[in-house]
């Protein structure tokens, strides 16, 4: 089981990124699939989160607005498409995957599988 995130970078203020994280070994159909961040000396913090079997989603407050989550399943892959990006936006980006309860959808502790991370970096 393996998600690989992919796409970060640095970027001027304003600008936008978007992440890919693909997912194998794992029935990605059946997963609600989510993004993290971790800026450097915070906690992990919610970013967004796709649900399984459906297109629902939802946002930080930080991102609404600004950040998009979508997913294909045809190709295991869940994205995250930034924009408007700020320089508090800098961290390393992290996606999940999980079925927590929907209520407890934000919470990382429910999340069992982790990808690598990638690094976003906002200059202004």
């Known amino acids: 089981v393996q998600l690989q995130a992919f796409g970060g970078g640095e970027v001027q203020a304003g600008g936008s990124l978007r992440l890919s994280c693909a997912a194998s070994g794992l029935t990605f159909y059946n997963y609600h699939m989510a993004w993290f961040r971790q800026a450097p000396g915070k906690d992990r913090e919610f970013v967004a989160v796709i649900k399984r079997s459906s297109d629902t989603t939802t946002y930080a407050d930080s991102v609404k607005g600004r950040f998009t989550i979508s997913k294909d399943n045809a190709k295991n892959t869940v994205y995250l498409q930034m924009g408007s990006l700020k320089p508090e936006d800098t961290a390393v980006y992290y996606c999940?995957?999980?079925?927590?309860?929907?209520?407890?959808?934000?919470?990382?502790?429910?999340?069992?599988?982790w990808g690598q991370g990638t690094l976003v970096t906002v200059s202004s």
């Open positions: 999940a995957a999980g079925y927590p309860a929907w209520g407890s959808r934000t919470t990382s502790a429910q999340y069992r599988v």
